[in-house]
């Protein structure tokens, strides 16, 4: 590992982690939706938190509510982890819904869905964790406390009975994820190897988040995306940080290796699981989201996809303190001593962790339709 402080990528980490289609049962190639959904349903962690951690207290992450996130769309921080709009503000677009309110601001609408995502949560609880030896530094907001305040919100806001919410929940679409990224996360830069990870932790991260898709099924859910992780190997994070002499450690994109093969073993058991789940709920429509090769779909096709891309920057973060990827965990994007490329949108990583709204822009383009966007 590189020399800079593990204890402190572990922190900056819990922010989030970072496939072409969103595939069914039936359905290998690329997702055109048809169906108008009155609201969306959101759970997971900082790849779709728009305001949740912010509202918790963001102790030493205070850097992502200070300019420059935010700078492309909103002109100013939000909570979201991004220099702009997530691939949730995009799916809203493309539904032509109004982008979803954090459940912790209830000084506003609700009407067209709620987003229970909190950037640094996790697919486990934190007592589960802790017990394998793995610390959440600052949130506690994991998958099932989300489901609580999902729960809380039903009884409290949107419906009177089972039947009248079965019929208004049927009409949603529910965003399971992308979640089980930062218990990765945090079990890595403990000090966790690749195979101690893969043997005591994937299958129950997996398992959580049936259970959660489970969850709002039984509560009259019909329409399902649950997303795969992303390709960590080729994050600038992951790559200053296990970073690596041998060169047989690398692909040909110059990612790690090991990490990718790692989020696929991930992403296989998820997609196996997901059939399970389509098997016992037939009538559910349930859709693999493959963040993982949408990913790797812009970074080898990024001339038709970040316009005026730099070549030697595609791994590089556009916003950070320098070295190799434009990455230092001990001076995160917005805190003092660092910069903001002049131009986002070349850059797939925003921040070494999360991408630029160009970035998701291109996932959600790529996931919908399978080709370039115009």
């Not at 305001?51 to 909103?74: D, H, K, M, S, V």
């Not at 802790?130 to 099932?144: A, D, Q, R, V, W």
Request: hydrophobic share 40%.
């Amino acid at each position: 590992m590189a020399s800079q402080s593990a204890a402190t990528v572990i922190i900056f980490f819990a922010l989030g982690i970072l496939s072409p289609s969103f595939t069914s049962a039936s359905r290998t190639g690329p997702f055109v939706p048809f169906r108008v959904y009155d609201a969306i349903y959101s759970f997971g962690d900082s790849i779709a938190d728009t305001g949740n951690l912010i509202r918790e207290g963001l102790g030493p992450f205070g850097a992502i509510n200070q300019f420059p996130y935010g700078e492309t769309y909103f002109g100013k921080p939000t909570g979201r982890c991004s220099d702009g709009r997530l691939i949730i503000d995009f799916l809203a677009d493309r539904f032509g819904l109004p982008y979803i309110n954090p459940y912790l601001d209830q000084n506003t609408s609700f009407i067209n869905g709620v987003n229970f995502a909190v950037a640094g949560a996790t697919a486990l609880d934190a007592s589960y964790l802790e017990k394998t030896g793995i610390l959440m530094p600052f949130t506690n907001s994991s998958l099932s406390v989300q489901l609580n305040w999902f729960e809380k919100h039903l009884n409290k806001s949107l419906c009177s009975g089972a039947t009248q919410c079965t019929e208004k929940l049927s009409r949603a679409l529910f965003l399971v994820g992308e979640i089980g990224g930062n218990d990765y996360n945090y079990a890595f830069f403990q000090g966790k190897t690749i195979e101690e990870v893969a043997a005591t932790l994937v299958h129950q991260v997996v398992q959580s988040i049936m259970e959660a898709a489970r969850n709002v099924i039984q509560h009259g859910a019909r329409h399902l995306f649950v997303p795969g992780n992303f390709p960590i190997g080729c994050m600038p994070s992951y790559l200053t940080s296990f970073g690596s002499t041998n060169s047989s450690d690398y692909d040909e994109r110059r990612c790690l290796k090991h990490f990718n093969e790692f989020a696929q073993l991930h992403n296989d058991l998820l997609q196996r699981s997901l059939q399970s789940l389509r098997e016992e709920f037939p009538n559910v429509n349930i859709l693999y989201a493959d963040y993982y090769n949408a990913a790797l779909e812009i970074l080898d096709n990024a001339s038709n996809y970040l316009a005026g891309f730099d070549e030697s920057s595609l791994l590089k973060a556009c916003c950070g303190a320098g070295g190799d990827y434009n990455f230092n965990a001990t001076r995160m994007c917005g805190s003092p001593g660092t910069s903001a490329c002049s131009n986002p949108s070349k850059h797939l990583s925003w921040d070494g962790i999360h991408m630029t709204e160009e970035g998701y822009r291109d996932m959600v383009a790529f996931l919908f339709v399978g080709n370039l966007k115009g």
